[in-house]
């Protein structure tokens, strides 16, 4: 599989002490690099096209530290597709081993900071679906990310606060679990809103 862009992809997002391993992952075991505006609800994904093969999407904005892991959550998946076909469950125990076995490597090679190599290593013990069901570790990548240097989000914010998103306006309401019920003054509807969501500046 052929695609002389994904190596130049791969060099200007990822941490460099990361580049060969993840660089040989793709060689070894092919598949389309394709990245995406910013996505709230995910950083990135696989699927199987009968035309094209394997595809993997990341988000283009994702930090180094963020964009080295979702790589290799989205790898797993082709990992396992390539062992298994579609029998397993899409963040089953297949793919949480998957997961653990190709992060091994770069948890070697000491890429990230103590806390968030730490808290990365509590991830790994039992993997989650998506790396931002885990809020401690979404804080912290968002520690060592620029771009959240002058975000706020919804959990900052006091009770009963009005404030925009995508330019619609919502007021704060009580937290459950991990979202805040929010109403939308214009409408009338309820929604429950992630606490780590970014509002608009």
């Not at 082709?78 to 298994?84: C, E, K």
């Not at 000491?110 to 990365?120: A, C, G, N």
């Not at 919502?170 to 969501?197: H, M, N, W």
Request: overall charge positive.
């Amino acid at each position: 599989m052929k695609n002389p862009d994904t190596e130049k992809l791969l060099r200007s997002h990822l941490p460099e002490k990361a580049l060969d391993y993840c660089l040989d992952l793709w060689k070894r075991y092919p598949f389309q690099l394709k990245l995406k505006g910013s996505r709230t609800t995910r950083a990135g994904d696989f699927c199987h096209h009968k035309e094209t093969g394997p595809v993997i999407t990341l988000n283009k904005d994702l930090s180094p530290f963020l964009f080295l892991v979702t790589y290799i959550h989205e790898f797993s998946h082709h990992a396992v597709r390539m062992i298994y076909g579609n029998k397993p469950l899409p963040h089953g125990k297949e793919w949480k081993l998957a997961f653990q076995t190709f992060m091994k490597p770069v948890m070697e090679l000491k890429i990230f900071p103590e806390d968030l190599q730490l808290r990365l290593a509590h991830h790994l013990v039992n993997p989650k679906a998506s790396s931002f069901s885990d809020q401690q570790l979404t804080a912290l990548f968002r520690k060592y990310d620029e771009q959240w240097a002058n975000k706020t989000i919804v959990s900052q914010l006091e009770e009963g606060s009005m404030f925009t998103i995508r330019g619609r306006i919502f007021q704060k309401g009580k937290k459950r679990r991990t979202r805040f019920v929010c109403s939308e003054p214009k409408t009338g509807r309820v929604y429950l809103i992630p606490a780590d969501l970014p509002i608009d500046h």
